[in-house]
């Protein structure tokens, strides 16, 4: 009963609640009723009416315990024990035949009662309890002395690593091994696991393990699997495929738990692996095995060579099955739960950080874009609360991408609120009534804006913080004005789509620069985009303190030339005390000569652009200077661009255009070695110095010096071109020490939305990496064609970067250079051609060396194309389907677009289509930013503008979706010079024009690698 029954909420300290609650405890324990009513209304249990169900689930289901299997025999013999009851036996060391299978059985464990007598079911009750969860990395049995739990990982009693595999198969359906006590495993030592390398069928669905205890003193070994006379059924138990973390038809080395086994001495124990279908029949299994000698029939192994074969198999001479045996490492459980506690607060403590840069919290993306001609005056973008954006959203700014006219000095921003309703339908931003929720004014060198570009850009403008409200209209109002604030044509982006209701269509323009508003509300086939962000908090670093360095380092230096020396001043710390640098060092000069009517035959550009690819004729040298070309047969002079085509920084040449004849020529030139130097500081004697580089042709970024023992590098020198870099302030983490805090602002965000990723590595499962983009990632060669690789991975085409046609096939690097790079035959018929090539197997192989996972790359990428919906693009239907089809949860896809697409408005809006195409799969997602073209590309869309705005496409693409972003501005942008160490000419340098070389593939592996811990 309740006597005030105020209905106050929980947590209330009325003395009339507390006074009803009293009343209600005292009769739920105390009272006869099997139920009570508590003061807020709600039914529960009285403990009468717990320890009535308790007794009526003793009479009606529980499992029956016996001392030892002659007690439960008798009882059930003597029909004490009704039918399908459970039944366990525990402590009784004994074995016996079971009156069902006839299987010889150990007399504890689990029984269930049927007509022919009481049936085995599994080992003894305490161990099948405790070892149900025993799948790997779970924590699965306590240990009642020790209170520690078992981890998912094991010490190696024994081990034995696979050589080779025999492949899944019906001709082998199960696997059968001897573990001798006294000569594998010591008398009383426990184990409770096996490591097998297995390769699973289709259909298999789970793996059935049986352990059995057999007698030293049998003799018999040929053909002697499991089922002798004598041998004891230990325990049999099921491990769901998903458990074990095994992918259908890849082999892989796991773990596979058994039920905990004491050794006595005088025994063997077998164990037998075997796959099973839904309905518990055999199925075909691969198996990994070792070439070794010395071991008996038994500890080789036996393998059925059919599911219903009477008989075993022996593994052949000189063979066994290469089974690692082990026991599971023990944990305290008090030092779980201090760990489990940490690791909670820590991950709270990640979850409330906010990136400092703006993050999309609520975006419609455009995907079509207004032109200039075609643009307004004024943009009101309409916006619903509590149907566009969700009720509650918070927001602190907007992104809108956009083109302002030339002439364009600032760029204003205005919201409007207003209730939502058709009464407000005709009525433009601002009319009495709207509530201004904030504006925003900017110039547009601030906002990053060029007016009269062809492309957009994106710009985000800062607003005071605001909520979303449900059932409110907003309006964010857009306009380009000039230095007296008269208003300029702009263009924005918009999003096809119909279905929507009548709100939100709502959208205004003025189509005049004194223009009154425009009403859109009519039109029903398209809506103006919109990207609402929140920016999140920085700290001020005079709140956290000044760097306290105790090791060497730079605080500052800076260079210049003189002549051909550099003057080199600066400031050296160590342990809080400062040296300051001041010296002058010079440098050798460079090699170079004049060359006379050098022939060469001139053939058409194999494309529009002047590009080292296309541009394929070329001299024996680079850095050229004083270039005359004559014809070979005349002795006529040939003007450039008129009648051939020259980057004389590359030595490259061909025809002007795409047509005509070829024509022999003399070319007459002078000509530099090109070298980089690496100027040092040497702390212990405080000298700065310079190490001297080798001279090459045209691939002297594979050979930048590197600083020696007790040395700190302070710049590397582009000696040809004079350029200057700066490494005193790269930091460890192979970024600058400036974007040290975006760097691990993304590192944070990355591991964040890539944690099912790390989850796989760090339990050892099978992992795929799917490349899915454009040249850089596919690293193909050979005559392909798009049809051949439209929908299919790892093709014979597929990274063969040294092969015809491949970025390194006609590279400007040394056959020394090249020879690094190793060809391996792949087995596929195109023999010793395919290479390992890249940024992406960079970031395999950090994956493989660091966590020992098989970890499987399937290529998807495809040369020339973009993200676009097109055949054989990245939208393409055939092509993404089958990708998308290709991964499963938890397998990482990295989307690698942008090279083909520099400056391109529709970017953001493709790559947040694709990313979330293979999402939908379960995948997670990583997009991976582009590659600055080389200053020696004269692709007049090859631009440094068209790359960062592309970047910045990317960029919020990922940030759009929930994919991860790994950068590469903080390798290549001009604000992070000397990143790199390399200069602009040296970008992307196996081609000269989008192709990043060798020592760029390794830097970039490394940044794709860095979330992994």
């Avoid at 209701?501 to 508003?517: L, N």
């Avoid at 296309?614 to 680079?622: E, G, P, S, T």
């Amino acid at each position: 009963m309740t006597t005030f029954n105020t209905g106050n909420p929980l947590g209330s300290n009325s003395p009339k609640d507390l006074y009803d609650n009293a009343e209600n405890l005292d009769n739920g324990i105390n009272g006869t009723a099997l139920t009570w009513q508590d003061r807020r209304g709600v039914t529960r249990k009285s403990w009468n009416g717990i320890e009535t169900d308790f007794q009526q689930f003793l009479a009606d289901g529980s499992t029956i315990e016996f001392p030892t299997w002659a007690a439960a025999s008798a009882a059930a013999g003597a029909g004490q024990i009704p039918l399908n009851r459970q039944v366990a036996v525990i402590g009784d060391g004994g074995s016996h035949t079971d009156p069902v299978s006839g299987l010889t059985v150990s007399n504890s464990g689990r029984y269930v009662m049927v007509a022919a007598g009481l049936q085995w079911r599994d080992a003894d009750v305490m161990s099948q309890k405790a070892n149900r969860y025993e799948v790997r990395p779970a924590i699965s049995q306590v240990d009642p002395l020790t209170d520690a739990v078992r981890s998912g990982m094991y010490d190696e009693l024994i081990s034995r690593a696979p050589t080779a595999i025999v492949a899944a198969s019906l001709g082998y359906s199960s696997w059968t091994q001897a573990f001798d006590v006294g000569t594998d495993i010591a008398a009383g030592a426990s184990f409770d696991g096996v490591r097998a390398q297995l390769q699973l069928g289709a259909g298999t669905t789970h793996l059935r393990i049986s352990v059995w205890r057999r007698s030293l003193a049998v003799t018999t070994q040929d053909r002697a699997g499991p089922g002798l006379a004598g041998d004891v059924l230990l325990s049999r138990k099921a491990v769901p495929v998903s458990d074990l973390g095994l992918a259908i038809g890849f082999a892989a080395r796991v773990w596979v738990p058994i039920p905990v086994v004491i050794a006595e001495a005088g025994y063997t124990y077998l164990i037998t692996l075997d796959a099973r279908d839904a309905s518990d029949a055999a199925l075909g299994m691969g198996m990994g095995y070792l070439s070794t000698t010395g071991l008996s029939q038994r500890r080789m192994g036996y393998y059925l060579s059919t599911p219903s074969a009477g008989f075993w198999s022996n593994m052949g001479a000189g063979s066994a099955i290469a089974w690692s045996l082990g026991a599971a490492q023990l944990v305290k459980s008090a030092d779980l739960d201090a760990r489990a506690t940490s690791l909670e607060t820590f991950q709270a403590a990640i979850d409330q950080v906010i990136p400092s840069a703006p993050q999309t919290v609520a975006a419609l993306a455009g995907e079509s874009a207004f032109t200039l001609p075609t643009g307004r005056y004024t943009w009101a973008i309409g916006i619903v609360g509590g149907l566009d954006v969700p009720d509650g959203v918070v927001a602190d700014g907007v992104n809108v991408p956009l083109i302002v006219e030339a002439g364009t000095a600032k760029v204003a921003v205005w919201l409007y609120s207003r209730p939502r309703g058709a009464a407000w339908e005709v009525q433009p931003p601002g009319f009495t009534g709207d509530i201004l929720v904030a504006s925003a004014q900017g110039t547009v060198d601030d906002l990053g804006i060029v007016p009269g570009a062809p492309s957009m850009a994106t710009v985000n403008f800062a607003l005071s913080r605001f909520t979303v409200e449900s059932g409110t209209m907003y309006y964010l109002v857009v306009e380009a004005q000039d230095a007296s604030g008269a208003r300029l044509l702009s263009a924005i982006t918009y999003h096809s789509v119909v279905g929507l209701v009548a709100d939100q269509y709502r959208k205004f323009w003025r189509s005049g620069s004194v223009s009154s508003w425009s009403n859109g509300a009519s039109s029903t086939t398209f809506r103006f985009a919109y990207d609402l962000t929140l920016t999140g908090y920085q700290l001020d670093q005079d709140e956290v303190g000044a760097d306290v360095w105790l090791g060497d380092s730079i605080l500052e230096a800076t260079a210049r030339w003189q002549g051909t020396e550099l003057r080199v001043k600066g400031t050296a710390l160590r342990s809080g005390g400062r040296r300051a640098l001041d010296a002058t060092v010079s440098l050798a000069a460079l090699t170079g000569g004049t060359v006379t009517d050098e022939p060469l035959t001139l053939r058409p550009a194999a494309g529009t652009a002047k590009t080292w690819s296309y541009m394929r004729d070329r001299v024996a040298h680079a850095a050229l200077t004083g270039v005359t070309v004559t014809d070979a047969a005349t002795g006529g002079a040939l003007g450039v661009d008129t009648d051939y085509w020259v980057i004389p920084a590359l030595g490259a040449f061909s025809l002007p255009g795409t047509s005509g004849a070829e024509r022999a020529v003399l070319v007459s030139y002078s000509w530099k070695a090109r070298r980089y130097d690496l100027v040092v500081y040497t702390p212990l004697t405080g000298a700065v110095s310079v190490i001297t580089g080798t001279e090459r042709v045209r691939d002297a970024s594979e050979f930048v010096p590197a600083a020696g023992v007790g040395q700190l590098p302070l710049f590397a020198i582009d000696v040809e071109a004079r350029v200057i870099l700066p490494l005193w302030d790269n930091a460890p983490e192979g970024v600058k020490r400036q974007s040290l805090a975006e760097f691990r602002a993304e590192l944070a965000r990355n591991r964040k939305l890539l944690k099912s990723v790390l989850r796989k590595l760090r339990q050892g499962l099978p992992l795929k990496v799917l490349a899915y983009g454009d040249s850089n990632f596919a690293q193909m060669g050979g005559p392909y064609s798009l049809a051949a690789v439209r929908s299919s991975s790892n093709t014979v085409f597929h990274d063969r970067t040294k092969d015809t046609g491949g970025l390194l096939a006609n590279p400007p690097y040394g056959a020394d250079v090249l020879a690094t790079v190793p060809v391996y035959d792949t087995g596929d018929g195109a023999g010793a051609v395919h290479t390992r090539f890249g940024m992406v197997w960079e970031l395999v192989r950090a994956m493989q060396a660091a966590y020992g996972s098989a970890v499987t790359l399937s290529n998807r990428s495809i040369p020339g194309t973009t993200s676009a919906n097109g055949t054989y693009q990245g939208q393409d239907s055939v092509r993404l389907a089958a990708a998308v089809a290709d991964v499963g949860a938890g397998d990482l896809v990295l989307v690698g677009f942008g090279q083909n697409e520099l400056g391109q408005a529709s970017t953001r809006a493709n790559i947040i289509a694709i990313c979330q195409a293979f999402q939908a799969a379960g995948a997670a997602v990583a997009v991976v930013g582009c590659f600055r073209p080389n200053a020696n590309d004269l692709n007049a869309v090859h631009t440094y503008g068209n790359w960062r705005y592309t970047q910045r496409a990317l960029r919020e693409a990922a940030f759009a979706c929930g994919a991860a972003y790994v950068s590469t501005e903080m390798l290549y942008d001009d604000a992070v010079q000397g990143a790199m160490g390399l200069s602009a000419n040296d970008f992307s340098a196996a081609t000269f024009d989008v192709h990043p070389g060798p020592r760029e593939h390794v830097l970039l592996g490394a940044r794709l690698s860095s979330w992994l811990d």
